[in-house]
RNA sequence: GUGGGCGUAGCUCAGUUGGCAGAGCGCUAGGUUGUGGCCCUAGUGGUCGUGGGUUCAAGUCCCAUCGCUCACCCCA
């Protein structure tokens, strides 16, 4: 999404602060390139993603553009597994393109945030609690407080599914499980009596899905339903000890909750899920999801390679926030003083922002030929906050002039004091 | 893939039954000789998406095409 420059900044402020956060919890930046041979990209893709995938054909290469960041990254860990150190937790942002006709907050061209922790061979399950704190994080920093992070386990899905002998249209169930927030349980029980579900069946699903409360309390109730079936008490375990998880990283019971209708989606995900939405936005959907797969690389590589990850949908949760008014873009520049030469010698103007440069203050020299007027009005509109005057007198007496843009105030100051007020107010500000 | 809407000045848009191409914002200049925002005045600004057709005459009607957009499916 192309964006003016104040709104630019601020969609880079956030990019800079989630990447804060994941190198924070140990993460190491990944670059995959945007394109890839097509085969690679495709070998696992089938129906409505294939038909999203951009391909085009140069020279005698297939090529095409990746649509998530995890197939990029299954051909990466297996290319250089030698090299790499498990469990390996890596970040990539970076943009995706899906060929899908755009809509509100849709777009062919997106940036998604994505973590994840690959294990060689097996990963424990704390790092499936590692990721909402990871998630927690960086809500916070983006200056969220009501959000909630739901978190399922497919295998308690599963696990019920197969415990009513419906294991071969699991799938299929999940999906329409997956729409109760949505569509609400009447139009879920119609989409599964049209799956072929008895009453009874879908009457224990419901009874299934009413379960709520802390998440303690919800694998105790889920425990009290007496299903008997391995998978269904082994997801039912395994959320526990997420929980367990979260209440050591000190994520407070607030910002996350269990929620036994989520889904997700993809079918490549095989134990925890996740869902992360905006308590005041629940429009905007999803702003972050993800999940546990068994085996990242099957369609490249004979070692197994179970994974956890989650991926944010920066571009998404910018749009709809800007468009909600939650985000006001500030100044449409990152230069703190605009200094305004007055005389045509441009010596000292220059000298001075050089030193200012070199403090560290982001300066900028206006260095074309024009009215004061219309230097003031450079000034004005590029939102920056201070402009230093240096006229004839200024230059004389090394003393310059410093024009405060918001209150309109203008003292004389030499370099010196200039520079240490600014790093003063830098040190406060971080 | 299915179904709507829209393409006119740099931007947002108006344009009546087919009859001189418009407004606001922006930009430029002035009101203010080294002081911005607010205000006032004047000026600048167009292959009307593209190609074809109907007509004395098309921004307006018809066909095609490209682009954008909204919803559905799916998903960030």
Not at 224 to 250: H, K, Y
Not at 319 to 341: D, N
Request: net charge negative; hydrophobic share 40%.
């Amino acid at each position: 999404m192309e964006l003016l420059p104040a709104e630019q900044l601020l969609f880079n402020r956030m990019k800079d602060t989630i990447r804060s956060v994941y190198e924070r919890f140990g993460f190491v930046p990944l670059d995959t390139p945007v394109m890839e041979l097509a085969e690679v990209l495709l070998a696992k893709a089938g129906g409505e993603t294939e038909k999203q995938i951009y391909q085009f054909t140069k020279g005698d290469n297939e090529l095409a553009l990746r649509f998530d960041l995890t197939v990029p990254l299954a051909r990466y860990v297996s290319e250089h597994f030698g090299q790499l150190t498990f469990p390996y937790r890596r970040y990539h942002i970076g943009k995706v393109y899906r060929g899908e006709r755009p809509q509100k907050g849709r777009f062919r061209e997106f940036y998604q945030c994505d973590i994840d922790i690959i294990g060689d061979g097996e990963l424990s399950l704390i790092h499936d609690a590692e990721i909402p704190a990871v998630i927690y994080t960086t809500f916070t920093e983006l200056g969220f407080e009501r959000f909630t992070i739901r978190i399922n386990n497919r295998q308690v899905l599963g696990g019920l599914f197969e415990s009513l002998g419906f294991a071969d249209r699991s799938a299929d169930i999940m999906r329409a499980v997956d729409k109760l927030d949505k569509i609400g349980w009447e139009n879920v029980r119609e989409e599964l009596q049209t799956l072929g579900l008895a009453e009874s069946a879908m009457d224990t699903i419901r009874s299934f899905l009413d379960i709520q409360g802390s998440p303690l309390r919800m694998c105790r109730a889920l425990r009290a339903l007496g299903i008997e079936n391995e998978r269904f008490r082994a997801g039912v375990d395994a959320l526990e000890e997420v929980v367990r998880g979260l209440t050591a990283l000190g994520v407070p019971e607030k910002n996350y909750r269990l929620d036994v209708a989520i889904a997700r989606g993809l079918d490549y995900y095989t134990g925890t899920v996740y869902e992360t939405i905006l308590d005041d936005h629940p429009g905007v959907g999803s702003v972050c999801s993800g999940g546990r797969y068994d085996n990242l690389a099957e369609f490249y590589t004979n070692r197994r390679l179970p994974g956890v990850g989650i991926s944010i949908g920066l571009t998404r949760l910018f749009y709809q926030l800007t468009e909600a008014g939650v985000f006001r873009p500030g100044a449409a520049t990152p230069t703190r003083i605009l200094v305004l030469p007055m005389t045509d010698d441009r010596t000292a103007a220059l000298a001075a922002a050089s030193q200012l440069r070199a403090a560290g203050i982001p300066t900028e020299v206006y260095l074309e030929g024009a009215k004061f007027k219309k230097k003031m009005k450079y000034a004005n509109s590029i939102g920056v906050p201070f402009v230093l005057i240096l006229g004839e007198e200024e230059i004389r007496t090394e003393r310059y002039s410093l024009k405060n843009m918001a209150t309109g105030e203008q003292e004389s100051l030499a370099l010196a004091e200039i520079i240490d007020r600014f790093q003063a107010g830098a040190s406060v500000r971080a």
